[in-house]
């Protein structure tokens, strides 16, 4: 593992998470066109970073941390202006970020150990990939008036299977934590 900072996959993040301030700008003036090329953008560019850094050797602790913060930040963020713009409930807010708080906890109480985050699992992977791309579809089917609703049921079932594995990713993690402290508490009461 580097510890390199100026690596391509940790400047492709680093770039994500600054265009949220102009996804921002364009959410909030309604341009919808903007917003939808923003989100593909920044969906392709969160393939690329970690393509680019598995081909190139280029993996390094900043690139892990800075690789779900701007995944997250780029979720609450659309669906924070979703919630507002009432186009999605209120709910799938609090729930997401419940879950986001209880990992983020986890997170801290991981760290405690010295071992480094607790590594991001393939269910975590999947749910913010799903969340990601099927956020924007619930965001075009609001702007594009269609009388068949095709693209609105696409948009919700994803949210819908998305914030299932969301969860379920966030159960795994609590699982490996539990799994890690009986470890740790196993090593302590021998000695």
């Not at 609703?149 to 490996?176: C, P, R």
Request: with cysteine.
């Amino acid at each position: 593992m580097q510890y390199k900072i100026w690596t391509v996959p940790n400047i492709i993040s680093f770039l994500r998470i600054c265009s949220i301030f102009p996804l921002c700008y364009f959410i909030i003036n309604h341009q919808d066109l903007y917003v939808l090329l923003l989100v593909i953008i920044s969906g392709l560019s969160d393939w690329l970073d970690g393509a680019v850094a598995r081909k190139y050797n280029q993996i390094s602790k900043l690139g892990q941390a800075l690789d779900p913060v701007a995944d997250r930040l780029y979720i609450l963020c659309l669906i924070i202006f979703l919630c507002l713009q009432n186009k999605l409930p209120l709910w799938i807010f609090l729930v997401l970020l419940i879950r986001e708080l209880f990992v983020a906890f986890l997170q801290v109480y991981f760290a405690k150990f010295n071992v480094g985050p607790v590594r991001v699992s393939v269910l975590g992977k999947v749910s913010t990939a799903l969340l990601l791309y099927s956020l924007p579809i619930v965001y075009l089917s609001n702007i594009i008036d269609t009388n068949d609703n095709f693209i609105w049921s696409l948009g919700w079932a994803a949210v819908i299977w998305a914030l299932i594995l969301h969860l379920l990713a966030g159960g795994h993690y609590f699982y490996i934590v539990y799994k890690y402290y009986l470890q740790i508490s196993k090593k302590n009461s021998v000695k």
